[in-house]
């Protein structure tokens, strides 16, 4: 049983590990695999996640959001801040860790103040905050990272190329809260708490280290050092709580892209379809493989990292697959609502396809 509720809660790094494990028959283990792994993104990620469930523990999030969601009086600005939170959250502590943190926070604002009726559609506007909002920044998702690294796109390229589909998804996001929720007055709950200072300076501190690290403005072997030093000292828990298992769904994706790479087959029916279009192609093996595998698996053989960078984080709405912060949405609203995972999974993929579909739409006329 706990093997196969383990296997249950990681699907994706299991999937990883298991392509990995059968692309390695037939390419035998050589002196290349070495060359497959992105120690520097591995860094990064660790890193960055480290810190953030650093930040998590003395609940710095929750106490920003909590006092933002407060100063509304209306259900409907109390959900565009709930989803603005998330949205701006992603940009900053990635998507899987900003849903962690602030779907909570909207499941206790909305069920304190009976709004339940909300909460399937805030779940989901959160869920495509998520997505969509960490597509600005290189360290928002998981993907970014990666490509950020393997193509060494400058910060700038990369806000530019970017910034088109962030506007846009702002512009779709806020239009769905304002036409699907009411003005209904609403009071929030105050629940006290408070931040230890010596602690948020600490982990600010660390953060700031962690980002100016995935921004190349210091190597990254030297926050592999402190950070861990530090967390070891002030917080072991917060090491404890680091996403392991994504890192080991990297690290699992990067044998198995590294060996698809060479096999001539595959790398020829990859090129081809890649040739026609890497926007669309991208997109739609994000729909059955994720966003992550896709990025990595693509980019061995994609040569125009704008539609691919653009195709991953785009992709990163439509299926429940498509992302793994939809699978946390899904688990988190069915653990507070059972019974009605089918009609939450009809409304999500409805309000995902449709944003998927404008979304690519767009982009494609503007190639």
Known sequence: MKVVSFIKKNVVMC??????????????????????????TLTCLFCVLA???????ISFFYILAQKIVKSFKNIKLCVLALVYITFIGSMLIAN?????????????????????KYMEFTFIMQNIAANLGGMLTPFGNPQNLYLYTKYNIPTGEFIRIMLCPFVISIVLITACCCIFVKNEPLVVEDTPLTLEPKRTVLYTMLFILAIA??????????????????????DKKALKMVD???????????????????IEVVRNMFEFLLGKSTLVFSILSCQIIS?????????????NYRELLLGVNIGGVGTLISSLASLITLREYTKN???????????????????????TIIMCLMK
Do not use: E
């Open 15 to 40: 999937a990883a590990v298991v392509a990995a494990a059968v692309t390695a028959f037939i390419i035998p283990p050589d002196a290349q695999y070495i060359s497959y792994f992105d120690v520097k």
């Open 51 to 57: 810190v953030v469930c650093a930040l998590k523990n």
């Open 96 to 116: 899987d860790m900003a849903l962690l943190t602030f779907l909570p926070l909207g499941y206790f604002v909305l069920s304190s103040t009976k709004k339940q």
């Open 213 to 234: 690290i995935v921004f190349r403005s210091i190597p990254y072997w030297i926050g592999l050092i402190i950070i861990p030093s530090v967390l070891l000292i002030a």
């Open 244 to 262: 392991y298992p994504l890192l080991l769904t990297f690290a699992a994706f990067f044998i198995f892209a590294g060996n698809m790479a060479r």
């Open 291 to 303: 966003n992550v595998p896709s990025a990595i698996l693509l980019s061995q053989f994609a040569d």
């Open 337 to 359: 609502n059972p019974g009605k995972t089918a009609h939450y999974i009809a409304i999500f993929s409805l309000f995902n396809f449709s944003f998927l579909i404008i979304l």
